[in-house]
């Protein structure tokens, strides 16, 4: 049946101070709450002692920010999909953030191991009034270790409930997907950053959003493989392939610290966990 692990995160402000209070089953944990940036964002890594699933195993994480909350969650490496046997591996998040709360999801890559078979969902409820900052980067194969990604799938599933849905499924014998300068291109990294709010922006904030994004793609070794929309009023999309997750990566970090101090007024202060 495989390891079911399951944790639900609930952000509040109390005495001008972002708390959490978390309830867990499993092998899935959070490290104690951590304050970079001062009492009103709550920085929290998340763990899975078995670092990887395999068929059948299935990640649950449920996160509720009160008003006013602002909660910075990430991991402290990749999410790993191994090899399959048949079953699938599933990491489920379903998050709810109220009015003037403000989400930064910002975990590491997921790894599509060869023969995995793969599910990986996000679904994030935006209240009026409420900002997210939101990524998702998949690596498939490990190719610097000659284990590409010949056999397996992994579904993509990105969505801001009622407003933006990114669904997809990367199948190994797919070669027209893998391969075609309309699909990925031999690439194997593909990432996806959002930055969204529970209403419509106003249009400076949106055209600023969309203009920051684009000159730091233009000015990056991956321009040509890289791309901002806006297909809503309330969401701004950027969209990377690479060859390597590191220079994806790189790219998304400097957006999103771009965005936050530009848009946000917050410092460029990255969380711990990432320069260890």
Same mark, same amino acid.
């Given at each position: 049946?495989? +390891?079911?692990?399951?944790?639900?995160?609930?952000?509040? #402000?109390?005495?001008?101070?972002?708390?959490?209070?978390? *309830?867990?089953? &499993?092998?899935?944990?959070?490290?104690?709450?951590?304050?970079?940036?001062?009492?009103?964002?709550?920085?929290?890594?998340?763990?899975?002692?078995?670092?990887?699933? #395999?068929?059948?195993?299935?990640?649950?994480?449920?996160?509720?920010?009160?008003? &006013?909350?602002? @909660?910075?969650?990430? $991991?402290?490496?990749?999410?790993?999909?191994? &090899?399959?046997?048949?079953?699938?591996?599933?990491?489920?998040?379903?998050?709810? #953030?109220?009015?003037?709360?403000?989400?930064?999801?910002?975990?590491?890559? @997921?790894?599509?191991?060869?023969?995995?078979?793969?599910?990986?969902?996000?679904?994030?409820?935006? @209240?009026?009034?409420?900002?997210?900052?939101? +990524?998702?980067?998949?690596? !498939?194969?490990?190719?610097?270790?000659?284990?590409?990604?010949?056999? &397996?799938?992994?579904?993509?599933?990105?969505?801001?409930?009622?407003? +933006?849905?990114?669904?997809?499924? =990367?199948?190994?014998?797919?070669?027209?997907?893998?391969?075609?300068?309309?699909?990925?291109?031999?690439? $194997?990294?593909?990432?996806?950053?959002?930055?969204?709010?529970?209403?419509? %922006?106003?249009?400076?904030?949106?055209?600023?959003?969309?203009?920051?994004?684009?000159?730091?793609?233009?000015?990056?070794?991956?321009?040509?493989?890289?791309? #901002?929309?806006?297909?809503?009023?309330?969401? *701004?999309?950027?969209?990377? !392939?690479? @060859?390597? *997750?590191?220079?994806? %990566?790189?790219?998304?970090?400097? =957006? +999103?610290?771009?965005?936050?101090?530009?848009?946000?007024? !917050?410092?460029?202060?990255?969380?711990? =966990?990432?320069?260890?």
């Amino acid at each position: 049946m495989g +390891w079911q692990a399951k944790l639900t995160l609930d952000y509040s #402000v109390e005495a001008q101070r972002c708390v959490a209070r978390h *309830v867990h089953e &499993g092998p899935l944990r959070v490290l104690k709450a951590l304050y970079p940036e001062g009492d009103r964002v709550c920085h929290h890594v998340l763990v899975h002692p078995p670092a990887g699933l #395999v068929g059948g195993d299935e990640l649950q994480i449920n996160l509720h920010l009160q008003s &006013g909350a602002h @909660a910075l969650i990430t $991991t402290p490496g990749a999410t790993r999909f191994y &090899g399959s046997d048949g079953l699938t591996a599933k990491q489920q998040v379903q998050a709810h #953030v109220a009015q003037d709360a403000t989400l930064e999801w910002l975990p590491l890559e @997921a790894l599509a191991y060869n023969r995995c078979q793969a599910h990986n969902q996000a679904v994030f409820h935006l @209240a009026h009034g409420s900002r997210l900052i939101a +990524w998702d980067v998949t690596a !498939l194969g490990l190719p610097h270790a000659n284990q590409p990604f010949v056999q &397996g799938q992994f579904q993509q599933h990105l969505e801001i409930a009622g407003t +933006w849905l990114e669904r997809g499924l =990367i199948d190994a014998k797919d070669q027209r997907l893998l391969h075609s300068p309309l699909g990925l291109n031999g690439h $194997t990294c593909v990432s996806t950053l959002v930055f969204a709010q529970g209403h419509a %922006m106003a249009d400076p904030l949106r055209e600023q959003v969309v203009a920051m994004a684009r000159e730091l793609c233009e000015s990056h070794p991956l321009r040509w493989q890289s791309g #901002v929309s806006s297909p809503d009023e309330r969401v *701004v999309v950027v969209r990377v !392939l690479s @060859a390597q *997750v590191e220079n994806a %990566m790189a790219l998304l970090r400097s =957006i +999103w610290l771009q965005w936050r101090q530009q848009c946000w007024q !917050l410092p460029a202060v990255m969380p711990r =966990i990432w320069a260890m």
